[in-house]
């Protein structure tokens, strides 16, 4: 992931792979067939990872709020501690082979209908006023997803601090007026 971040898939050779990960390549062939399939496994990773994160709050039933906080607070984490693998997720997911990108699709979709889902009990508890659960969804990825471009680890604000402020921005927005 840190090579297709810094390099480009398309640049990036299995040699070169397998040298920085201290293999030879034929090696590097016996664990992926293709480079095609270490690209698969980036992408499956980091999906994997928001998730395992999702379920686990729903486990936990936090309230709508504080989910959607952790939601800002998931991608902006990855930023610090998986820097490669977000911008990849990002940025070359059409590299894929369609198969592949049909599975990470579903389990894309997946992750939003659960983000969605926390939109719509906040809705129903109350603790939102009535919004559209979809363009709420589409909001908050538009928000947190494109960051990775700008934010950078040990930067003015840590990563939870800027999870912190968007989820503000989300949940009493920007004006002044009380009404």
Not at 4 to 25: C, P, Q, Y
Not at 118 to 127: D, F, H, L, T
Request: hydrophobic share 40%; no cysteine; net charge negative.
């Amino acid at each position: 992931a840190q090579l297709f971040e810094s390099e480009g898939f398309a640049t990036t050779s299995m040699e070169r792979i397998a040298r920085a990960v201290g293999l030879a390549k034929p090696s590097l062939y016996h664990y992926f067939a293709s480079k095609d399939d270490i690209l698969f496994a980036i992408h499956e990773e980091f999906i994997n990872l928001l998730i395992d994160r999702q379920q686990q709050r729903t486990l936990a039933q936090l309230r709508p709020p504080q989910e959607l906080l952790e939601v800002f607070g998931d991608v902006f984490d990855l930023m610090d501690t998986h820097r490669g693998h977000v911008r990849v997720f990002f940025e070359h997911y059409r590299e894929l082979p369609i198969s592949q990108q049909e599975v990470i699709k579903a389990k894309r979709d997946a992750y939003e209908q659960s983000v969605e889902a926390v939109i719509v009990a906040g809705n129903a508890s109350g603790e939102l006023r009535g919004v559209d659960p979809r363009l709420v969804t589409l909001a908050m990825f538009g928000m947190s997803n494109w960051a990775y471009q700008w934010f950078t680890s040990g930067g003015p604000m840590t990563s939870r601090q800027i999870a912190v402020q968007f989820w503000d921005y989300l949940m009493r927005g920007i004006g002044t007026d009380p009404a």
